[in-house]
């Protein structure tokens, strides 16, 4: 499983164009969660890690979560 730098976190956020409380509404973590992994106090673990790993490789399934949960 793939683990993901602070900076990768907030590219892959602004590559789909979320902000930081919808990218933490597609994950199922708090906004303070996203904030934490994007400074590097926190890293993602399992399935949030596994998640990240999905949105990056395929993008246009985070935009589907948009689309269903909002």
């Not at 979320?18 to 399935?47: C, D, H, I, M, Y």
């Not at 990240?52 to 985070?62: M, R």
């Amino acid at each position: 499983m793939a683990s993901f730098t602070p900076d990768e976190i907030k590219q892959l956020r602004e590559h789909l164009q979320f902000t930081q409380r919808v990218f933490a509404q597609v994950l199922g973590v708090s906004t303070k969660t996203v904030e934490a992994w994007e400074k590097g106090t926190n890293t993602p673990s399992g399935s949030s890690r596994r998640l990240l790993e999905i949105y990056w490789n395929h993008p246009d399934i985070a935009e589907q979560e948009v689309t269903e949960k909002m």
